[in-house]
């Protein structure tokens, strides 16, 4: 009777482990791509040399992000663009609240 019980409980917290290594996994997974897309988008601002709202609301629908706190508009040959790249994601079991996943990424205008 009592290894049937240890059965179920050690089940109860291997399942709440997978879920964890899971979350972790996914959070993971989504922080990869947020930074593959946020190099893509630096060597495209580079290349176009532009950065108003415009081709930043072109970048988000193309790369499905967010794209904010770009600090030159109108960046001229050799001026260094910053801005931060940013995705929500809801966790399974880490959080209770969406998590905001940032990357603050800077390029310059030119060098590709």
Same mark, same amino acid.
């Given at each position: 009777?009592?290894? !049937?019980? +240890? @059965?179920?409980? #050690?089940? @109860? $917290? $291997?399942?709440?482990?997978?879920? =964890?290594?899971?979350?972790?996994? =996914?959070? &993971? ?7 593959? !897309?946020?190099? #893509? ?7 176009k040399g532009k950065a108003?709202d415009e081709y930043i ?6 790369? &499905?992000?967010?794209? #904010?706190?770009?600090?030159?508009? &109108?960046?001229?040959? +050799?001026?260094? /663009? ?5 995705r929500e994601y809801t ?7 969406? =998590? @905001?996943?940032?990357? !603050?990424?800077?390029?310059? /205008? +030119?060098?590709?």
């Open positions: 009777m009592s290894s !049937k019980i +240890g @059965l179920i409980i #050690s089940m @109860l $917290f $291997f399942s709440l482990f997978f879920l =964890l290594c899971v979350d972790v996994m =996914l959070i &993971q997974f989504n922080y990869s791509d947020l930074d593959a !897309k946020s190099i #893509s988008i630096s060597y495209d601002i580079s290349r108003d609301s072109e970048l988000e629908e193309r790369y &499905q992000v967010k794209i #904010s706190n770009v600090s030159i508009k &109108q960046p001229e040959f +050799g001026d260094m /663009v910053e801005y931060v790249v940013y966790p399974i079991i880490v959080k209770r609240e969406t =998590l @905001l996943l940032r990357i !603050k990424r800077s390029t310059i /205008v +030119g060098y590709y």
